[in-house]
């Protein structure tokens, strides 16, 4: 980091910090432990934000849940997780929304991470989806580095996981392994085989055998994904989703502008509820309830409390 | 000084071949962009293109290269074709003595006309086999492009190249072959390459022997030998104190080593003004020469003392009289005829030439891109998927797709915009992502969906035109349904299917490539029809959850 990136990024840091404690202080400790109890007593939390942009959205939501504050802490690595995996463009929205991933490296680096990392490994040639999707270029202005995800050998790391059903072993991206910090930030689809892409589905994008996963039952493995590292955060943009043809839409009817945006520590909780945003049954859906056996979250709509937002 | 000044001239002629050769191997190896206008600059393929496309782009390229040669002489081949300037390379590496290469008039004439006259019925063999262009690019992209890759892959592990598949059969027939077989002939007779099989230079050649600034040697030359026992054309006969500019590489190396000056590049009348002796005839002496070169011949040969005698002379040594010329032409019409019944539909050549394989948007047919491509490997250099295979795989003896490692990218039309021959026919973006270059063909007895009921839909994910769909049968099961009116065989469903050994989806050739119908249009009249159900607002205030 220069002197000109540290000094901005301290005093961002310091001016936050400031606000947040006068602000929140007290909402961020009784959030926390609520978070903490959550997970205990098989309830979830899920923020529903809606018109504005991907940006203001987040940062509305991104304070009712205590602020980046709560997840990053100085020093720590930070990987986020986008969708990249098609060479469209952001109008074509079917990769997350290129500004909100920026927003989200810049407020985790004014929040003092030490770096953050964005990767995909993506279906269409890697270069091509980094580029186009408008992400690489968003990323590197707000001080986030691309990592490429696309050798075997030089990305990957082979791990197990014994809760597993389907997937019991699986080669993990390096920087997922390393990260202190895990945001996971998809964008809401229709999906041609698992139904619907949300959280869980973008796991896929940190593994280095899809085709593994195609073979051996999806929905199981989508939820043995999880199992291997849970996210710290959870952002399901939906400011534009594809509701046909997906996940790579074909026509721009297939394209629906909805300006909503989730945000969620629990990765079920939040694809559960953007079952109802897209508008599908969460039967349709079959690996929600297939996590929420494996306990990896709450699918239980009575169990889930929605904050709503308007941005 | 002089000696220094013209040592100078050579230093630069071999500082341009050196920039010439860093741009082709970047442009190759690296995709760097600026390398493409070298490239596009190489004589066979712009020639090709020009008459295959009617391109004026490259007609363009082929008029100045050609003004270019009538300036300054063959100088394309010592500082912009890179196989020229490879064979420089190899000889300053070995540093052998060996004879320079004979003149062989006939042999020169019959492959350039053979390769001209079957390029003009629309089979490049000659380019194919001979276009020093091409052949550097199969050198390069199977010998020198992988070590690349790879150190720089270890390099930049956040900025990888593209592995390739290189095949055994591939590297020996594009690479190690013809670097053996240029090496030996370097070491046999220098750059007998460029004076007798190369088609690019012996058009070249024909050109330059007319050039108004020949290179020459004067009056000062004392016959000392120096330059001829350097020249790696052989065209410097000292017992007629003569230089065939025909052959002449432009090379510069005579210049730099003559002790006395006597090699000089310029007007023949301001070379030869020590003497006195020269006139304006000298200038159109040349073409004169030419025109009855049998009767002009030993006339011209015992007036060698005079400058400009020389110069013709050397011209009209390697005439040919008009019998040869006509008999040339007569068996080479043959030619075009045997060579025109072997590539007609059905004809052998066309059939061997890749059934059963799939060619890249704009190869038009298998037929016709058996005929037309140089195997120059730029556009299998370039493909951004990674599924153009050069050949050897067994599977074409032509460049061809294999989906195992990617699929044609729906966004890309690389091969098609670089191919610089014109092999490949360049579209518009609309065109080439409604260009059929395959038929995906299903096969349920092997598909997960359909076999084990579960989701699978890794092929319809990757369809990009919609043509492969994850259709409902029965509660909970989804499976593959093809339409093959949008199908454009790109092998996006090929190339995710987790099937082994076989895939499920499996893309086959098709004989002719046409436009498939425009998904576009096609799911626009769909949404029309029957419009996607909006979902319903269920909270308060409009809210969806
Ligand atoms: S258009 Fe297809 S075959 Fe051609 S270079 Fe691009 S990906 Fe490769
Ligand atoms: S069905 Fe297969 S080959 Fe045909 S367009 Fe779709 S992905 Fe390409
Ligand atoms: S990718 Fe292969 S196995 Fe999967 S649904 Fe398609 S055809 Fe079936």
């Not at chain 1, 990249?84 to 490296?105: H, K, M, S, Y």
């Not at chain 1, 072993?169 to 930030?185: G, P, R, S």
């Not at chain 2, 196989?83 to 300053?92: A, E, M, N, R, T």
């Not at chain 2, 989701?455 to 043509?467: R, S, V």
């Given at each position: ?16 910090t ?111 989806c ?20 696309h ?28 990260a ?16 619907m892409t ?13 085709s ?29 989703i ?22 969620s ?7 559960a ?7 599908y ?5 079959p ?8 306990g ?16 | ?16 071949a ?50 270019l ?41 019959g ?54 598949p ?10 190690v ?34 050039t ?13 030998g ?41 007007r ?107 195997g ?27 989906f ?34 395959g ?87 769909r949404?029309?029809?029957a ?15």
């Amino acid at each position: 980091m220069d002197r000109r990136n540290f000094l901005k990024s301290s005093v961002a840091t310091a001016a936050a910090t400031a606000v947040l404690a006068e602000l929140t202080s007290t909402q961020v400790h009784a959030q926390e432990a609520k978070a903490e109890a959550g997970a205990g007593d098989g309830r979830a939390e899920v923020v529903a934000v809606r018109n504005g942009s991907a940006v203001a959205m987040f940062r509305k939501g991104i304070a009712a849940l205590g602020g980046m504050t709560a997840f990053v802490k100085p020093g720590q690595k930070v990987v986020v997780k986008p969708n990249i995996g098609w060479d469209r463009t952001p109008e074509q929205a079917a990769n997350t929304n290129p500004e909100l991933v920026a927003e989200i490296v810049r407020q985790a680096l004014a929040a003092g991470a030490a770096q953050v990392q964005v990767f995909d490994h993506t279906c269409n040639e890697w270069k091509s989806c980094y580029r186009n999707s408008g992400i690489e270029a968003a990323v590197v202005a707000a001080g986030g580095k691309m990592l490429s995800a696309h050798d075997e050998k030089l990305h990957y790391v082979e791990k197990s996981c014994p809760q597993a059903i389907s997937m019991k072993t699986a080669k993990i991206h390096q920087a997922i392994v390393d990260a202190d910090v895990f945001i996971n930030v998809p964008v809401l689809k229709h999906h041609g085989g698992a139904k619907m892409t949300a959280a869980m589905k973008n796991f896929l994008g940190i593994f280095w055998d899809r085709s593994f996963m195609h073979k051996n039952n999806l929905p199981q493995c989508i939820a043995d994904c999880a199992l291997y590292r849970r996210p710290d955060l959870n952002v399901v943009d939906a400011y534009r989703i594809v509701v046909a043809n997906g996940p790579r839409g074909k026509v721009a009817e297939d394209i629906r502008e909805l300006r909503y945006q989730l945000l969620s520590r629990d990765i079920v909780a939040i694809d559960a509820m953007a079952t109802k945003v897209i508008g599908y049954e969460l039967a349709q859906v079959p690996y929600i309830a297939l996590a929420a056996n494996a306990g990896l979250g709450v699918a239980d709509f009575s169990r889930i409390s929605v904050t709503r937002l308007e941005a | 000084m002089a000696t220094s000044r013209l040592r100078w001239l050579r230093y630069g002629r071999i500082a341009l071949a050196a920039l010439s050769m860093l741009m082709l191997l970047a442009f190759v190896c690296h995709g760097v962009a600026v390398g493409e206008y070298w490239f596009n600059a190489q004589f066979g393929p712009a020639a090709a293109r020009a008459w295959l496309l009617l391109s004026p782009a490259a007609a363009g390229v082929v008029l100045l290269l050609l003004v270019l040669t009538l300036v300054f002489g063959r100088v394309y081949c010592s500082v912009l074709c890179p196989l020229g300037i490879l064979q420089d390379v190899i000889g300053w590496l070995t540093r052998r003595r060996c004879p320079a290469p004979g003149n062989h008039p006939r042999l020169r004439y019959g492959i350039a006309v053979v390769t001209i006259v079957l390029a003009l019925c629309g089979w490049n063999l000659g380019l194919r086999l001979l276009d020093p262009a091409s052949r550097f690019g199969g050198m390069v992209a199977t010998l020198v492009a992988p070590l690349h890759t790879a150190i720089y892959n270890r390099l930049y592990p956040d900025d990888m190249l593209i592995v390739r598949p290189l095949a055994l059969p591939t590297l020996f027939i594009l690479g190690v072959l013809p670097l053996l077989l240029l090496t030996a002939l370097v070491l046999w007779r220098r750059r007998w390459f460029c004076t007798t099989l190369c088609p690019v230079g012996t058009v070249l050649g024909l050109l330059a022997k007319y050039t108004p600034y020949p290179l020459q040697l004067t009056d000062a030359c004392v016959k000392c030998g120096q330059c001829q026992k350097i020249c790696p054309a052989g065209c410097i006969d000292l017992a007629e104190g003569s230089l065939d500019n025909e052959r002449c590489l432009r090379c510069l190396k005579c210049l730099d080593a003559c002790r006395f000056q006597a090699v000089g590049w310029g007007r023949p009348a301001a070379l030869t003004a020590n003497a006195g002796t020269a006139t304006s005839q000298a200038e159109v002496g040349a073409p004169v020469a030419t025109a009855d070169a049998n009767n002009v011949q030993p006339a011209e040969a015992t007036g060698a003392g005079d400058a400009a005698a020389v110069d013709a002379a050397a011209s009209s040594r390697v005439d040919l009289t008009r019998r040869e010329v006509l008999v040339g032409a007569a068996g080479l019409s043959a030619m075009a005829c045997v060579g025109a019944a072997l590539l007609r539909p059905g004809g052998v050549l066309r059939a061997g030439a890749g059934a059963g394989a799939i060619y890249p948007p704009g190869a038009g047919s298998a037929a016709r891109f058996a005929a037309l491509c140089t195997g120059c490997q730029l556009c299998v250099r370039n493909c951004r998927g990674n599924v153009l295979r050069a050949l050897g795989d067994g599977r074409s003896g032509l460049v061809h797709l294999v989906f195992d490692r990617g699929m044609c990218e729906f966004n890309c039309m690389r091969c098609s915009s670089i191919c610089p021959t014109g092999a490949l026919r360049p579209m518009t973006k609309a065109a080439k992502q409604r260009c059929r270059i395959g038929m995906a063909q299903f096969d349920p007895s092997l598909c997960v969906a359909v076999q084990d009921g579960v989701d699978c839909g890794a092929c319809a994910e990757h369809c990009p035109t919609g043509a492969l769909q994850m259709k409902d049968d029965g509660p909970g099961r989804r499976i593959p349904s093809l339409n093959t009116d949008l199908c454009i065989g790109c092998g996006s469903c090929e190339y995710p299917c987790p099937v082994r050994p076989l895939r499920a989806m499996r893309v086959t050739p098709v004989a002719i490539q046409v436009q498939a119908d425009d998904p576009g249009e096609y799911f626009r009249r769909r949404r029309e029809q029957a419009p996607l159900p909006k979902p319903a607002a269920t909270g308060d205030d409009g809210w969806l959850l």
